[in-house]
DNA sequence: CAGTGGTCTAGACCACACT
DNA sequence: GTGTGGTCTAGACCACTGC
């Protein structure tokens, strides 16, 4: 599957200045003439080093959600360092999420689309321990158009004020309940072609949609909770009575290289329902 | 300071029926005459009984909160299996928080009392990046009492319904406007002894207090959030108008073990505020 | 300097999944 | 059986801390 030694370009580029141990710098000489790429600022053990090639071919699609990667026999023999050292990198990589591993399968690329149970990202529960008693959300696309960012979501995005933005509005609901509203915010170049139909017809995580249509990967996201009033249009969206409270979150989500790609505010009902969350 | 080797009934408790590798079953001949303990299944790979092992040394109070442990070598020595797999059990200790690995100096149990910049389990930040740049919270114990727990704490703590808990009421401000409103319920035998005035003299985080006067440590949380309007008597301890929104965020502690010892519903002002949470 | 955790290697064997 | 990740060991050297 994999040719390992072939990567002359990948087979090399370690910074062994700080590595400690022996094995690397026994193993060759290695003449430092590579460029450090870009951003890295070297200097940092090995297996961090081999982490970030592995999360460069991630980025770069090399390797796409929910294929299998090189095994770490293999992996070390293109990185040139032991398998330890790639078991290593691969650990942090798998405890961020980035990968999954699977017991005699292989290490796979993780993916929103059969990730457990789905949803990985929502985390409004009903009070009820019921999980999932009430199947899965009912989806309605209210608007999907396209604008120019203002400057409060291209600063969030990344963008410049009037970057090309793509704005959706939809509205989940639970048993025929509305629960929650929300817009998103996305970069108008990365979704070029992004439609209503599209969103309609598709059925499954939008995270998932977003893999396989445009090659986004949402990795980490950073949520700002509040609780607000209704006010009547959104009221009126959700079912609820004008002045009743919300709770709102704002969520910025991140692809690899904490690049953010997607901004969605969401306004939930909590009556029956909580965002369940857990400190460590 | 560790005298390995010398815990004649820990040096040969593991149970090596299913340990893979050959550096144990050669070691010596482990008569597996030990029972099993208590609630511990065994058939577990050697590292997580040796993260159960020192996870009941945390338990039984051998290593205080902010105590150095044995090192690697010793803590090997002690149990009779590597370094390297102390150094996995470890580890995992240390992604759970209950450890914290300090490079040059030793590897101490996790406290409330100094942990980073304090508050681990307080998630609420100006909406200004300003990191405290409001100062330390102002406490105001409302009031204290003993009192019989009903069906709902009882449950949420593993108590049974009349068993005695203690609450508590306090209200925390910063820069002198009020923020939150807490009500506390604690389990009446761990915290006998706890008086408002133990609580109003002590400055520092609850949990660190908790640590020192009663050997109990906070070691996770799950907290349940909604959205709820303020009724008149708490709008006046918070200052806000009655019907204002508010966030609600019912947090139930564990100690080791899982065991519940903390109940606790906050009531948050968001107009200036968040509750952050990051997601992965 | 000695002692600690941190990194790296090499080789062994186990548990699991597929064929 | 073969190949994968999972566990365990042994020994080396590095980086940091404090005597």
Redesign the interface.
Known sequence: MATPLSHATEATPLDTRTSPGTGVSASGENPSASAPAHGTPAFSPLYQQIKGLILRSLQSGEWKPGDVIPSEFDLAARFRVSQGTVRKAIDELA???LLVRRQGKGTFVATHAEQHIQY??L?LLP?TGDLDGQGPAERRIIECKRQRASAEVARQLGLRTGDPVLQVRRVLAFSGMPAILEDIWLPGTAFKGLTQETLAEDKGPMYALFESQFGVRM???????????ADPDVASLLGSEP??????V??VAYTYNDEPMELRRGL?R?ESR???????
């Not at 990795?219 to 009033?229: D, I, P, T, Y």
């Not at 002045?243 to 709102?248: D, K, R």
């Not at 909580?274 to 460590?280: A, I, Q, V, W």
Request: hydrophobic share 30%; no cysteine.
């Open positions: 405890t961020d999420n990985r990202f985390r009070d990795v980490r996201a950073v949520e700002k909770l509040k609780a607000v009033s002045g009743a409270p919300l709770l709102s704002e969520r939930y909590t909580h965002y369940r969350n857990e400190l460590s």
